[in-house]
């Protein structure tokens, strides 16, 4: 079996991830591939729970510790859950944000980002 191949997305809000995300799957797709389009934060049953915990509310409403570990409490989530088990069977993911995200939302940022 091949192994399944992680393309990330990562940019600015606005910058056209979520579009060029959706259009690389159906190029994919159109070739035969087996893709799981994904986000974060989010993209398991467990992770949008917390997605939703960690941006409902006010934007002060948790520390800048808390949401970091919200988000990777989440990714944590996420990668066991839903990219690995893709990845191992073979399948490609197309993730709209990772980490690149998080170390400049909860890293340099040290603040909340719209979801």
Known sequence: MQRGRFIT???GEG???????R?????LRARG??????REPGGSPG???IRNIAVSGEA??????TETLLMYAARSDHLERTILPALEAG??????????????Y??????????
């Open 15 to 21: 910058a056209g991830k979520t579009t060029q995300a």
């Open 106 to 115: 909860q890293g340099a940022g040290g603040g909340r980002r719209k979801a």
């Open 91 to 104: 399948r490609w993911v197309v993730c709209d944000r990772f980490a690149d995200s998080s170390r400049v």
């Open 33 to 38: 591939l087996d893709v799981l389009q994904t």
């Open 47 to 49: 992770a949008e729970e």
């Open 60 to 65: 002060d409403r948790w520390s800048a510790r």
């Open 9 to 11: 997305f990562e940019g």
């Open 23 to 27: 259009l690389l799957v159906e190029r």
